[in-house]
């Protein structure tokens, strides 16, 4: 008899956390029931354009449900695509719930499921997300299916070699086909070790292809044997070529957010405290958790994302004229208003951007495209976190 679900499988084949990275990189609408032989009632996520608005477990729901379900180790799951109509009840962002989730099942946070009832003390998180220790191993992120019809070129690297050198110049692109990579940031107290990449990840910057040359911003060396596939440059950049100046501008503003997030990070590592003034002398301009769904080009002047954290904020990004902040219609980075404050400059001036125009061009780009801007999204989200993790941990206020 034919299935009524468009994707299933089992649990033990691909897990939540592979789940919500695969269902993101396909902008998938509908819901994921996840069924196990150990609960009676099926656990429950719905998706909006590939991030997860609301998740049910027994009588959790939201992101306490999201997380509870990453216990499932055991079981099916089922999707099923489709119109949602619930409201939004998870406010993070998929690449922060992803390595959240992760993070707290490793350090035995979260209970799972199984026919052993849960120690005391794992069935609830007490401990806020944002300021739990950070593991040792940086959290890892894959990217989509490869298409190899923009693969020209292969390479092959062996476990500790340097793929990429940071300060070293270049504009040209990888995909991981197999095998996993550190991103490394070098900090005067020593390396960061940002993220871990694996199978379907790009090294290197879209933006490059728009702006000629390219200085590398960290190092990428290989965890065990590595095969990489070079992209088509050309192809690339003769498509970004065919983009509005809009479109052109956020793909260079995406870019300038991961640079400036990464270097915080590094900051942070380094416990140099300076980025903490980047907010003074500026006014809240839009409240974390703000329900607000334009997007806005800087005229003039600045504007300072920043996360509260206890009583105060940590910058995460200063944006300056040609960048863009607000909501990105297709795109989760875990800066929008409704995860981060922003903090303006007595002289800012701004121009409305036509977000249903720019989600248009969106649509039509190549899955290829589409699948680096997402990953460069999903970078920008996954070091948010480890920056934020970093400025709990040092203490700085």
């Not at 990189?25 to 150990?38: D, E, N, Q, V, Y």
């Not at 199984?114 to 944002?130: E, F, K, N, Y």
């Not at 951007?353 to 989600?359: G, L, N, R, T």
Request: hydrophobic share 40%; aromatic share 8%; with cysteine.
């Amino acid at each position: 008899m034919a299935s009524d679900f468009d994707f299933s499988g089992k649990l033990s084949f691909l897990n939540l956390g592979e789940l919500l990275q695969l269902l993101g990189s396909s902008s998938a609408t509908g819901t994921l029931r996840l069924c196990s032989p150990f609960r009676g009632e099926a656990g429950l996520i719905v998706f909006e354009n590939g991030n997860p608005l609301d998740a049910r477990d027994g009588a959790r729901s939201g992101t306490e449900a999201l997380f509870a379900l990453f216990g499932w180790m055991e079981g099916r799951f089922e999707f099923t695509r489709g119109p949602v109509t619930c409201e939004r009840t998870i406010q993070k962002g998929r690449m922060e719930l992803i390595l959240d989730g992760l993070r707290l099942l490793d350090e035995g946070k979260i209970a799972k499921l199984g026919p052993a009832l849960p120690t005391p003390g794992h069935a609830q998180m007490d401990v806020p997300v944002s300021t739990g220790r950070l593991s040792e191993l940086p959290p890892t992120i894959k990217g989509p299916l490869v298409d190899y019809a923009y693969v020209i070129d292969e390479e092959g690297f062996y476990d500790g070699d340097e793929i990429v050198h940071e300060g070293a110049h270049g504009n040209w692109i990888w995909v991981i086909l197999e095998g996993a990579a550190e991103i490394i940031k070098t900090t005067p107290k020593g390396p960061l070790k940002l993220l871990r990449v694996g199978d379907g990840a790009f090294l290197g910057s879209v933006a490059s292809l728009l702006i000629g040359d390219n200085v590398r911003s960290t190092t990428v060396v290989a965890c065990g044997n590595v095969q990489l596939g070079m992209l088509d440059s050309q192809l690339l950049a003769g498509e970004l070529a065919n983009l509005s100046a809009d479109f052109k501008s956020l793909i260079k503003s995406l870019d300038n957010r991961l640079r400036c997030v990464t270097g915080i990070g590094a900051d942070a590592h380094a416990r140099t405290t300076t980025f903490m003034d980047l907010i003074k002398g500026k006014k809240l301009a839009l409240k974390e958790g703000q329900d607000e769904k334009r997007l806005f080009r800087i005229r003039d002047g600045e504007v300072v994302v920043a996360r509260s954290l206890g009583s105060n904020y940590v910058p995460l990004a200063q944006l300056q004229k040609g960048d863009f902040f607000g909501h990105i219609p297709f795109l989760t980075i875990g800066h929008e208003p409704f995860a981060a404050a922003v903090f303006s400059s007595p002289d800012l001036k701004l121009a409305a951007v036509d977000s249903a125009k720019i989600a248009t061009e969106y649509k039509q780009l190549s899955a290829t495209l589409r699948n680096i801007i997402e990953y460069l999204a999903a970078c920008i989200s996954a070091t948010t976190l480890v920056t934020i993790n970093r400025v709990s941990q040092s203490g700085i206020r």
